[in-house]
């Protein structure tokens, strides 16, 4: 009988590693399904509905969500973007874990949802506050206003730290790939994942039986 997938989140400041983290899952593990969120704002040059986002319109998304189709939304810079349940649901009837890389809010409304007791929360702190500040400068790619602005975020979301399942700092990636596998290996293995555990048992007491 297939195990029942299960519904992976990382959250964490933004520099901290969890898309990093993310990517390198993937490609541990290509049986793993990435959540694709929906959104209502117009495709960029080069994206492909179904890949980079669901491409909705406002009519349809608030359609999804007023029917209980969406996992989690929120409305950003007046575009909605949310994490469809559909698709989420396809994968853990076939044994195939979800991966999310969402904020504390969208994690939030995940665990509270009619799939929350299949969820796996998993909370990327960085080492230190200078450690943040210098990688998110190593990126070269935002003004100082808007690291700034970041770094401001940052405290907010890092006092969530105390609802996840899991936390892990990020002192150095591959160690933290290491500890992300480790958490993702032992909830496979969980009991109440193992669908056929128990009649795998009554067989072994069978067997004590005819001795």
């Given at each position: 009988?297939t195990?029942k997938?299960l519904?992976?989140?990382?959250?964490?400041?933004?520099g901290?590693?969890?898309?990093?983290?993310?990517r390198?899952?993937?490609?541990?593990?290509?049986?793993?399904?990435?959540?694709?969120?929906?959104?209502?704002?117009?495709?960029?040059?080069?994206?492909?509905?179904?890949?980079?986002?669901?491409?909705?319109?406002r009519?349809?998304?608030e359609?999804?969500?007023?029917?209980?189709?969406?996992?989690e939304?929120?409305?950003?810079?007046g575009?909605?973007y949310g994490?469809?349940?559909?698709?989420?649901?396809?994968a853990?009837?076939?044994?195939?874990?979800?991966?999310?890389?969402?904020?504390w809010?969208?994690g939030?409304?995940?665990?509270?949802?009619?799939?929350?007791r299949?969820v796996v929360?998993i909370?990327v702190?960085?080492?230190?506050?200078?450690?943040l500040?210098?990688?998110?400068?190593?990126r070269?790619?935002?003004?100082?206003?808007?690291?700034?602005?970041?770094?401001?975020?940052?405290?907010?979301?890092?006092?969530?730290?105390?609802?996840?399942?899991?936390?892990?700092?990020n002192?150095?990636?591959?160690?933290?790939?290491?500890?992300?596998?480790?958490?993702?290996?032992?909830?496979?293995?969980?009991?109440?994942?193992q669908?056929?555990?128990?009649?795998?048992?009554?067989?072994?007491?069978?067997?004590?039986?005819?001795?």
């Amino acid at each position: 009988m297939t195990r029942k997938g299960l519904l992976l989140i990382l959250s964490s400041p933004s520099g901290a590693g969890k898309s990093t983290l993310a990517r390198r899952l993937m490609d541990w593990d290509p049986t793993l399904r990435f959540s694709v969120s929906a959104t209502t704002r117009a495709p960029r040059q080069g994206e492909v509905d179904g890949r980079e986002y669901f491409f909705k319109s406002r009519a349809e998304f608030e359609a999804m969500a007023a029917a209980g189709e969406m996992l989690e939304h929120a409305e950003v810079f007046g575009n909605f973007y949310g994490s469809p349940k559909g698709p989420v649901e396809a994968a853990m009837a076939e044994g195939r874990d979800t991966l999310f890389d969402i904020d504390w809010q969208g994690g939030q409304q995940i665990r509270n949802s009619s799939l929350g007791r299949d969820v796996v929360s998993i909370f990327v702190l960085p080492p230190s506050i200078a450690e943040l500040d210098r990688r998110l400068r190593g990126r070269a790619q935002d003004s100082d206003e808007v690291i700034a602005g970041r770094m401001a975020k940052s405290r907010d979301e890092i006092s969530h730290w105390a609802e996840y399942d899991y936390v892990i700092v990020n002192h150095d990636i591959d160690r933290a790939f290491e500890e992300l596998v480790t958490i993702l290996r032992a909830e496979r293995m969980r009991r109440d994942r193992q669908p056929g555990l128990s009649e795998f048992v009554r067989g072994l007491n069978r067997e004590f039986d005819a001795r």
